[in-house]
């Protein structure tokens, strides 16, 4: 089931791209062979992450200008993304997704190195410790390590972007309501691409969408949760994002997919920010997968990023490069 575009709020809209409807069709079948018929409840995780590296080395086309520094954060692994065009002083601080459990260290150089010459920035992408060996909260004390690390270096958190993509959308706003918590400085805005932010599963999409989701079912939600956290657990802030206060957070940039199953956790967090008084806005794009910007056969991934551009140059001076910045 579509969403009518006239059901939506005003910080909210449809997005239709006109790239190859061929192409969607051919990523939606080999989606639905390679990850959905695998990612059961009862998952067997080894076997499914030597399956996925040996797709991320297959199929992802790295940049060759792209470096990449291995760093460690106050105990946390870090790799920093550069660009020839990257400017030391704006950082992109971007947390990947993989259900928590995976990385897929390849698509997401690529994808965010796209970010990083688009936006004249380097990005510190965090390679937090992964479930089921470390349960929650490690990855987001991994997180919460890396952004003090950061600031430590002399960088202000107003020339700092946090970004996340599904788990790393979660993590990200877990780690902005830590840092209000702390009573630190925010970080410019936020970008989440497709963010898990309610462990309850209480999201009508996750229903509905369900078969046409080509990547998850309900038994796999299920599965992921009980690898990442206790049941008791599922309410936490820290863990459903979602249900925390949200007054205090910078501006929040959000995109989706309008057939995902976890589209309406971008609406319902969207939601509750927009009514805490953030500023915020929603995207959802028709008929793409779920993190669609990071796959490289598809022409949306490229009109994504301008519309992230465009987001971020209204809530930061990052259009205007510094002169021998």
């Given amino acids: 089931m579509t969403t009518p575009s006239d059901t939506l709020p005003a910080y909210a809209r449809i997005v239709r791209h006109s790239g190859s409807w061929l192409r969607l069709w051919w990523l939606d079948k080999v989606l639905r062979v390679a990850i959905k018929r695998k990612f059961r409840y009862d998952a067997d995780i080894p076997f499914l992450r030597d399956k996925q590296a040996a797709l991320d080395l297959k199929v992802t086309k790295i940049d060759p200008q792209m470096r990449v520094q291995a760093i460690d954060c106050n105990g946390a692994s870090g790799e920093w993304i550069m660009l020839p ?19 897929f260290p390849r698509l997401h150089h690529a994808m965010v190195a796209n970010w990083c010459r688009r936006l004249q920035a380097r990005a510190l992408m965090v390679d937090y410790r992964l479930a089921p060996e470390h349960r929650f909260p490690a990855g987001l004390d991994d997180a919460w390590s890396a952004w003090q690390w950061l600031l430590a270096q002399g960088i202000s958190a107003q020339d700092v972007i946090v970004a996340g993509d599904s788990a790393g959308g979660n993590l990200a706003l877990a780690l902005l309501h830590r840092i209000k918590a702390a009573g630190g400085a925010m970080p410019a805005c936020a970008v989440m691409l ?24 309900v038994a796999a939600m299920v599965g992921l949760r009980r690898h990442y956290l206790a049941p008791e657990n599922m309410l936490a802030t820290d863990a459903s994002p979602l249900f925390a206060d949200f007054s205090g957070l910078p501006p929040l940039f959000f995109q989706s997919s309008d057939s995902e199953m976890l589209r309406d956790d971008s609406l319902r967090t969207a939601a509750a920010a927009h009514a805490a008084g953030v500023a915020v806005e929603v995207e959802l794009w028709d008929k793409v997968p779920h993190v669609f910007q990071a796959f490289q056969e598809l022409t ?16 930061t001076t990052w259009s205007a490069p510094t002169p021998g910045a």
């Fill in 194 to 217: 497709s963010p898990f932010v309610d462990f309850t599963l209480s999201s009508p999409s996750m229903v509905t969408n369900e078969k046409r989701d080509p990547m998850f079912s």
């Fill in 300 to 315: 949306h991934g490229a009109a994504a990023l301008e519309h992230i551009a465009d987001f971020v140059g209204r809530h």
């Fill in 85 to 103: 065009e990257s400017r030391a002083g704006k950082v992109i601080f971007y947390i990947h997704g993989g259900a928590w459990m995976f990385k």
